[in-house]
């Protein structure tokens, strides 16, 4: 037997003690996120860091990109005047670092805004319309067959060497996983109440995509595009490695990989260092991914809530490891 | 068993006919006069001539498209511009050492991601899990290049354990164990990415598993934490594992072309480079297709194992 329903002066006697919750911005979470946790915390200094760097790079390098001195070429780390040595040129490596980080942090990023900027209304609409839909799908499913790697090198080759070519590429990689996860979240949230309101209260089928869906698919968006930033800066840079995309002499860390490559017995700094740059930064962007994933994800927000209050929680409610998408 | 294998191969179709689309089409995105583009400083009036003829430049786009695959059905690829041999035969004298290579990281990426995810979760929110995690977002960030390159000069450069590159030795070479001793450094580096994806998945799949109320009867039963993990858990994680693992085929192959590189290994990757490097257009489009097609053929038989390793579809 269930204890009968309460009458309503008692639930009116209740209700002043029971708090309204505060309801938080989606930043406070995504702030909460990048400082609370120390690998979080270590992710967004990485990243400042290089971001910083970037954008104060002739203040910060010692010497020009392409500044050489033939006379100590191939020097090891730890000349005077050259902490991490000169390339096979005699360019002076920090600094061909410091400014390469320009190039990677662009590579990286405009691929995968651009990419979220096509992929949310593709997948959108894609959810929407079931015909087009499963077009698109089916569209998509032909660019899954390639490996991301391979592809990017396919479209770099054919497109021609440069930056611009290189984000298009990128961004043609990009777009089918990105549209497939804004795709299934749409699809999920097509079948909610707020959508059928929204068309009983007549409302245009753009209105509904762009007005009532749109919020709701777009952070499941930025969390993927977040998580694989890194995964496509690693990208780039082997394209560059690869010769194709950016050309020498540009200072960028993949053709700094590729030539150093050549002189790797007598000056390991030269190829060696630029690798350690990526893999800073890819690493700072995973963790900031990582973070901001758990942050948007309101499933892992309540287990993080309950974790910080030591209370119980089943192995159900930890969030899906989200596979990367492998290179 | 048969009936999904059939039909999971005919889905297989239109995707490997869309991927001849992509490959083909993938030339016009070149701007400008493709011959000349494409060529660059190889351009000769006697090369590009030759390639127009051989894309068949003059006539229209669906008819090209028509005989190009007319031509792949029959084995034929065209000509390689540097080597001066027809495209399909190099392919099929280089994939076998490109398939060793895969084959060694997979025999690496198995063992190593089962032991690493199924312990993370057994010892799940402990530091063993803690460090498990981190080391594999660690090799998650590694880009393959420079752990080749690392590799290579600690291992094969300073303390000489490996041979610096190519499959055998060129002066002596020694047959089976030769080749072993080749592949180590390049299985390794091959593999790093893939261990750290199937770990992550492991791992949470295994979570997940434990979880379930027949776990929590089969510990009330009193059996070891092995046994519950390793008999009970680990088998209904077995079809994800497996899945897994054999999208890992894939990428491992496509993934080799920046090992096969550093390591002059003679496969189908650093094939692609040198025929980038050279510019040579039916060659590059060549190894394309022949990645992709091993791609998609790796995950179809992928999913049917994994279809019938998972009793309860049955």
């Known amino acids: 037997m269930r204890p009968a329903a309460m009458p309503a002066a008692t639930a009116a006697t209740v209700a002043p003690a029971a708090k309204p919750a505060r309801a938080r911005s989606t930043f406070y979470f995504v702030w909460r996120a990048l400082i609370s946790d120390r690998f979080a915390l270590l992710g967004t200094v990485i990243v400042g860091g290089f971001i910083l760097t970037a954008i104060f790079a002739p203040w910060i390098a010692p010497y020009g990109p392409d500044d050489a001195d033939p006379a100590l070429r191939l020097q090891g780390m730890g000349t005077e005047g050259h902490i991490f040595g000169l390339d096979n040129h005699g360019r002076d490596v920090l600094s061909r670092l410091i400014y390469g980080t320009r190039l990677s942090l662009i590579a990286g990023l405009a691929p995968v805004l651009l990419g979220g900027i096509i992929a949310v209304p593709l997948g959108l609409i894609a959810a929407y319309y079931e015909r087009f839909g499963h077009l698109i799908m089916r569209v998509m499913d032909v660019l899954f067959a390639f490996p991301m790697v391979l592809l990017a090198i396919m479209l770099a080759f054919f497109l021609g060497p440069g930056l611009e070519n290189l984000v298009i590429a990128l961004v043609v990689v990009l777009v089918p996983y990105n549209t497939r996860v804004v795709y299934v979240q749409a699809l999920a949230e097509r079948e909610l109440g707020y959508v059928e309101a929204a068309r009983a209260a007549a409302s245009s089928d753009l209105r509904i995509m762009f007005g009532e869906m749109l919020p709701h698919v777009v952070a499941a968006s930025v969390v993927y595009s977040m998580t694989i930033v890194g995964t496509i800066i690693v990208t780039a840079a082997g394209l560059s490695f690869l010769g194709l995309g950016v050309q020498p002499p540009t200072a960028e860390w993949g053709i700094m990989t590729s030539e150093g490559r050549t002189v790797l017995h007598i000056a390991p700094h030269a190829s060696t260092l630029p690798g350690i740059a990526i893999f800073l930064l890819v690493i700072g962007f995973n963790l900031v991914g990582d973070a901001l994933r758990d942050a948007l994800d309101p499933r892992t927000r309540l287990v993080r809530v309950k974790l910080a209050r030591g209370e119980q929680t089943s192995p159900e409610a930890e969030p899906d490891p989200v596979p990367r998408v492998p290179v | ?314």
């Open chain 2, 1 to 314: 068993m048969w009936k999904f294998a059939g039909i999971r191969t005919l889905h297989a179709i239109p995707v490997l006919i869309g991927v001849t689309f992509v490959v083909f089409g993938s030339l016009q995105l070149v701007p400008g006069d493709i011959a000349n583009t494409l060529l660059s400083m190889f351009y000769t009036e006697e090369r590009g001539e030759a390639l127009r003829a051989q894309l068949g430049l003059d006539k229209p786009l669906l008819v090209q498209y028509g005989i190009w695959v007319w031509n792949l059905l029959h084995g034929d690829l065209g000509q390689s511009m540097m080597l001066r041999q027809p495209v399909a035969e190099v392919l099929l004298d280089k994939i076998g050492n490109s398939l060793i290579l895969t084959g060694a990281s997979l025999l690496i990426v198995i063992p190593v991601s089962f032991l690493l995810g199924t312990t993370a979760a057994r010892r799940f929110r402990t530091a063993t899990d803690r460090s498990i995690v981190f080391f594999a977002m660690l090799l998650a960030s590694l880009p393959v290049f420079w752990l080749g390159i690392v590799l290579l000069y600690l291992l094969g450069v300073n303390i000489k354990w490996f041979p610096m590159s190519g499959m055998y030795n060129m002066a002596n070479p020694g047959g089976f164990p030769d080749l072993i001793h080749h592949l180590v450094l390049p299985a390794v580096t091959t593999a790093a990415t893939s261990v750290a994806i199937v770990t992550r998945v492991t791992r949470g799949a295994l979570i997940d598993t434990l979880g379930q109320p027949y776990i929590l009867s089969a510990r009330a039963r009193g059996l070891s934490d092995f046994r519950v993990t390793y008999r009970h858990g680990v088998r209904n994680v077995m079809p994800t594992f497996a899945n897994m693992c054999g999208l890992q085929i894939g990428y491992l192959f496509g993934g080799s072309i920046f090992t096969e590189i550093i390591f002059n290994w003679p496969g189908i990757g650093l094939l692609l480079y040198n025929a980038i490097l050279q510019r040579d257009v039916p060659m590059v489009q060549g190894c394309i297709l022949a990645i992709a097609v091993v791609f998609v053929l790796a995950n179809l038989l992928a999913d049917i194992i994994v279809y019938g390793l998972d009793v309860r579809r049955r």
